[in-house]
């Protein structure tokens, strides 16, 4: 989700619009329906997902009429404080469960979520035929998480897109960026190689397996007059990306013996396993995967893989889109300006990128059919994954209900309806979100969705899917800790220089002397120290 620097009057304005729908807000109710508040966090992904399961929902229940606000506070250290005084009743936004539930601020949803749906909507002017629960749908995980309070259910978990390498498809065809089965370079139309899935046909076919292959990439990138990669100044992304990369290097089960707090991880240089539990979980800031992902920043940085402008104050989300989407335009044009291969961002930028993608295409028919795609993290020798491993952004979005809501049995409905197979499938279509449940798209459903979307499915139908949402209390009980970079890459260097995001320090000319090794000596150290705070009660 979208986190930007604003001023203290814009923060005013917000705190009035939050309230908005309290007294002197209300909408015209002339129209004899019952109305549901729901609140929406606009993010990357929009507002059509709703808008059209919201048009169906009325269809179903004629006697609801769905009143949306939405607005960038529905997050959840703001919503929490003024959840009691606003007309809001059904919510999507971010979620601290446990500080909701903390202050009994959240509805107990276990009938809506554990009913099969055609009984729970079965008053529904549209028949619903749908016998699957919610709960049944729910990853594993996710399901632990949220009935580990008490055993019951207050939220369904939503869904935030993953972080990979996107990648502009007509570039990489243009420039003969794809590899064949004999290892040359070629265009999409070649004999394409099989990708890290090691299955034809698939999103992966003619991509980079090895980081060896992929260093190669962005040397024949240079060469070519190609730009590698360009990202905005939101810190988080790049964060998240190169955690990212660290988990696709480590694999799931590394992830889940971190997880889970529970199993053995063997560390480079060491003949035997290390027994990992919560005690010296923090060991695991040092994992193969970490190494890796500093050597991938290191890389890109110190060999100049990157735009000038990446990272910089002036490139904020909108800018940095744009500044990618533009420049294979620009580069036709201006002099020293040439196309850029990659875009770091979450899976929702090319979503939040539609309108500028629209007004190219007015603008020339080259761009009508443009396509970007989703490609793997390659591996290193060293790499422990098996598989394509992707790590899912935003765990922490949610659908729920406040405790004491004023239309409690409509906004029960509305949920109900939102987690069904149609409205999953209505939010994948449209905005490429893939929500954190059980459900399948069929091919013409699949035929309609851009390029991006299609390649995002079949990578996480294909993967391991990491994230951090488990039943596991230091987690959970610290979650602003492991999702909000703390874990990933913040730390103090012996020397006192404090450490947040390697791609900005490495690229830093007065960090110049910056080494990996000196990183992952900085993690490990800062970790254990962090550990004793948070699991010692010195905090």
Not at 131 to 148: L, P, Q
Not at 227 to 235: K, L, M, Q, R
Not at 461 to 477: E, H, Q, R, T, V
């Given at each position: 989700?979208?986190?930007?620097?604003?001023?203290?009057?814009?923060?005013?304005?917000?705190?009035?619009?939050?309230?908005?729908?309290?007294?002197?807000?209300?909408?015209?109710?002339?129209?004899?329906?019952?109305?549901?508040?729901?609140?929406?966090?606009?993010?990357?992904?929009?507002?059509?997902?709703?808008?059209?399961?919201?048009?169906?929902?009325?269809?179903?229940?004629?006697?609801?009429?769905?009143?949306?606000?939405?607005?960038?506070?529905?997050?959840?250290?703001?919503?929490?404080?003024?959840?009691?005084?606003?007309?809001?009743?059904?919510?999507?936004?971010?979620?601290?469960?446990y500080s909701y539930l903390d202050q009994n601020k959240l509805m107990d949803i276990t009938d809506v979520v554990?009913?099969?749906?055609?009984?729970?909507?079965?008053?529904?002017?549209?028949?619903?035929?749908?016998?699957?629960?919610?709960?049944?749908?729910?990853?594993?995980?996710?399901?632990?998480?949220?009935?580990?309070?008490?055993?019951?259910?207050?939220?369904?978990?939503?869904?935030?897109?993953?972080?990979?390498?996107?990648?502009?498809?007509?570039?990489?065809?243009?420039?003969?960026?794809?590899?064949?089965?004999?290892?040359?370079?070629?265009?999409?139309?070649?004999?394409?190689?099989?990708?890290?899935?090691?299955?034809?046909?698939?999103?992966?076919?003619?991509?980079?397996?090895?980081?060896?292959?992929?260093?190669?990439?962005?040397?024949?990138?240079?060469?070519?007059?190609?730009?590698?990669?360009?990202?905005?100044?939101?810190?988080?992304?790049?964060?998240?990306?190169?955690?990212?990369?660290?988990?696709?290097?480590?694999?799931?089960?590394?992830?889940?013996?971190?997880?889970?707090?529970?199993?053995?991880?063997?560390?480079?240089?060491?003949?035997?396993?290390?027994?990992?539990?919560?005690?010296?979980?923090?060991?695991?800031?040092?994992?193969?995967?970490?190494?890796?992902?500093?050597?991938?920043?290191?890389?890109?940085?110190?060999?100049?893989?990157?735009?000038?402008?990446?990272?910089?104050?002036?490139?904020?989300?909108?800018?940095?889109?744009?500044?990618?989407?533009?420049?294979?335009?620009?580069?036709?044009?201006?002099?020293?300006?040439?196309?850029?291969?990659?875009?770091?961002?979450?899976?929702?930028?090319?979503?939040?990128?539609?309108?500028?993608?629209?007004?190219?295409?007015?603008?020339?028919?080259?761009?009508?059919?443009?396509?970007?795609?989703?490609?793997?993290?390659?591996?290193?020798?060293?790499?422990?994954?098996?598989?394509?491993?992707?790590?899912?952004?935003?765990?922490?979005?949610?659908?729920?209900?406040?405790?004491?809501?004023?239309?409690?049995?409509?906004?029960?409905?509305?949920?109900?309806?939102?987690?069904?197979?149609?409205?999953?499938?209505?939010?994948?279509?449209?905005?490429?979100?893939?929500?954190?449940?059980?459900?399948?798209?069929?091919?013409?459903?699949?035929?309609?969705?851009?390029?991006?979307?299609?390649?995002?499915?079949?990578?996480?139908?294909?993967?391991?899917?990491?994230?951090?949402?488990?039943?596991?209390?230091?987690?959970?009980?610290?979650?602003?800790?492991?999702?909000?970079?703390?874990?990933?890459?913040?730390?103090?260097?012996?020397?006192?220089?404090t450490l947040n995001n390697p791609l900005n320090q490495f690229k830093d000319k007065s960090m110049s002397s910056?080494?990996?090794?000196?990183?992952?000596?900085?993690?490990?150290?800062?970790?254990?120290?962090?550990?004793?705070?948070?699991?010692s009660g010195e905090n």
């Amino acid at each position: 989700m979208k986190k930007r620097l604003i001023s203290i009057v814009t923060v005013l304005i917000l705190a009035v619009s939050l309230l908005c729908g309290t007294a002197g807000c209300k909408k015209n109710k002339d129209d004899g329906k019952e109305h549901i508040y729901f609140g929406c966090y606009e993010g990357g992904w929009g507002r059509e997902w709703l808008d059209q399961s919201i048009a169906k929902f009325e269809q179903m229940y004629p006697q609801y009429k769905v009143d949306v606000h939405y607005a960038k506070s529905y997050d959840s250290t703001s919503l929490l404080e003024k959840i009691d005084m606003i007309d809001q009743d059904i919510f999507y936004g971010g979620l601290d469960l446990y500080s909701y539930l903390d202050q009994n601020k959240l509805m107990d949803i276990t009938d809506v979520v554990t009913t099969p749906l055609n009984e729970y909507l079965a008053d529904s002017k549209i028949p619903v035929t749908e016998t699957k629960t919610i709960a049944s749908k729910m990853w594993g995980d996710m399901k632990d998480y949220v009935t580990s309070y008490d055993g019951k259910f207050y939220n369904v978990p939503f869904g935030g897109g993953f972080y990979s390498l996107n990648y502009d498809v007509g570039l990489f065809d243009q420039k003969q960026f794809f590899l064949d089965k004999n290892g040359n370079w070629c265009s999409m139309s070649g004999d394409l190689s099989v990708g890290q899935d090691g299955v034809a046909g698939t999103y992966d076919d003619g991509l980079p397996v090895t980081y060896a292959e992929f260093l190669k990439l962005l040397d024949r990138m240079k060469k070519r007059n190609v730009i590698p990669f360009t990202w905005s100044s939101i810190n988080g992304y790049s964060q998240h990306f190169l955690h990212a990369c660290s988990v696709a290097q480590d694999g799931v089960d590394a992830f889940n013996t971190f997880k889970h707090m529970n199993g053995e991880y063997t560390f480079a240089g060491d003949s035997e396993p290390t027994k990992i539990t919560p005690a010296n979980a923090y060991l695991l800031r040092n994992s193969i995967g970490k190494k890796d992902a500093l050597q991938f920043a290191y890389d890109i940085c110190k060999k100049g893989y990157y735009d000038s402008q990446a990272g910089g104050a002036s490139m904020d989300y909108l800018t940095a889109q744009d500044t990618y989407l533009m420049s294979m335009e620009n580069a036709k044009t201006q002099k020293n300006v040439y196309p850029i291969a990659f875009f770091i961002d979450g899976g929702h930028w090319h979503n939040e990128a539609k309108v500028s993608m629209d007004m190219m295409a007015e603008m020339s028919d080259e761009y009508k059919n443009r396509k970007f795609g989703v490609m793997p993290f390659p591996w290193f020798e060293d790499a422990l994954a098996t598989k394509s491993t992707y790590f899912m952004s935003s765990p922490n979005s949610s659908l729920h209900i406040k405790k004491d809501a004023k239309q409690a049995e409509g906004a029960k409905k509305l949920l109900a309806y939102l987690n069904s197979d149609e409205a999953l499938i209505t939010c994948t279509k449209t905005c490429g979100n893939i929500r954190f449940m059980n459900y399948e798209m069929s091919s013409d459903d699949l035929k309609v969705m851009p390029y991006y979307y299609q390649t995002a499915w079949q990578a996480l139908k294909a993967s391991d899917i990491c994230y951090n949402l488990c039943d596991n209390p230091y987690i959970y009980k610290n979650c602003s800790y492991f999702d909000e970079m703390g874990w990933e890459w913040s730390c103090v260097t012996s020397d006192g220089k404090t450490l947040n995001n390697p791609l900005n320090q490495f690229k830093d000319k007065s960090m110049s002397s910056l080494t990996v090794s000196d990183y992952m000596v900085a993690l490990l150290n800062t970790g254990k120290e962090d550990w004793k705070k948070i699991y010692s009660g010195e905090n």
